[in-house]
């Protein structure tokens, strides 16, 4: 079955950039989106197409691609941006699936 | 306001059937898909399908299809998963979630989740 790699845990002191990349076979054919999930709160989309982001989401969250590999770029991060990231893609045949997060902890 | 709200936690013996809601308020439910997510106690978010509610399209997970069953009732703009048969490793939060024309295939609004404890 299709799979998305992520890495399991990225570690950032306050205020320095934090990135998290997400890998898939059909990721150069089809769009990438993002979602965070803080503890007991359900997930938020906070970029999709690859680099939108919605109405209400920072501007220090955004997004990028290259080939098989998107990257989500959180710059100048804050305490409060310490959550579980996940990516989100569909296969070749429309079928989506969710890497497997990655945790990002504020130092 | 757009939202999803999510029936509540259930508590169920395995090989009991099941059946949970989600009935979105503030938009037109019938104009664009509803997907069903599973998060294991501890683990990740798993998409397990979606529905078109115009007119009952499915699309499954390979992981849940022939598991899980997910339908629509439009007059009511609720959405349903449905367990014929539960096992124990059903347990999980269930969160429901649309997808709107801007954002494509992602969730742009989610439900506040289902907990569904399958335990003899």
């Known amino acids: 079955s299709y799979e998305l790699t992520q890495p399991p845990s990225v570690s950032v002191s306050p205020g320095q950039t934090a990135r998290i990349t997400c890998s898939g076979d059909?990721?150069?054919?089809?769009?990438s989106y993002w979602y965070q999930q803080k503890a007991g709160q359900a997930p938020l989309l906070i970029i999709y197409?690859?680099?939108e982001r919605p109405s209400g989401i920072p501007e220090r969250f955004s997004g990028s691609s290259s080939g098989t590999v998107v990257t989500l770029t959180i710059s100048g991060v804050q305490a409060e941006d310490e959550a579980d990231y996940y990516c989100?893609?569909?296969?070749?045949?429309?079928?989506?699936?969710f890497g497997k997060g990655t945790k990002v902890t504020v130092l | 306001e757009v939202q999803l709200v999510q029936s509540g936690a259930e508590v169920k013996k395995p090989g009991e059937s099941l059946k949970i809601s989600c009935q979105g308020f503030?938009?037109?439910?019938?104009?664009?898909?509803t997907g069903w997510v599973r998060q294991m106690p501890g683990k990740g978010l798993e998409w397990m399908g979606i529905?078109?509610?115009?007119?009952?399209?499915?699309k499954y997970s390979p992981s849940f299809q022939g598991q899980v069953t997910m339908s629509v009732d439009r007059s009511i703009s609720t959405a349903y998963l449905h367990w014929s048969s539960l096992r124990a490793s059903d347990t999980a939060m269930y969160y429901c979630?649309?997808?709107?024309?801007?954002?494509?295939?992602?969730?742009?609004?989610w439900g506040q989740g289902t907990f569904v404890t399958v335990s003899s």
């Open positions: 979630a649309k997808t709107s024309v801007t954002t494509g295939g992602a969730f742009d609004v």
């Open positions: 503030g938009y037109n439910f019938t104009n664009f898909w």
């Open positions: 529905i078109f509610p115009g007119d009952s399209d499915t």
């Open positions: 059909a990721m150069s054919t089809q769009y």
């Open positions: 197409k690859d680099s």
């Open positions: 989100q893609s569909p296969d070749s045949s429309g079928v989506y699936v």
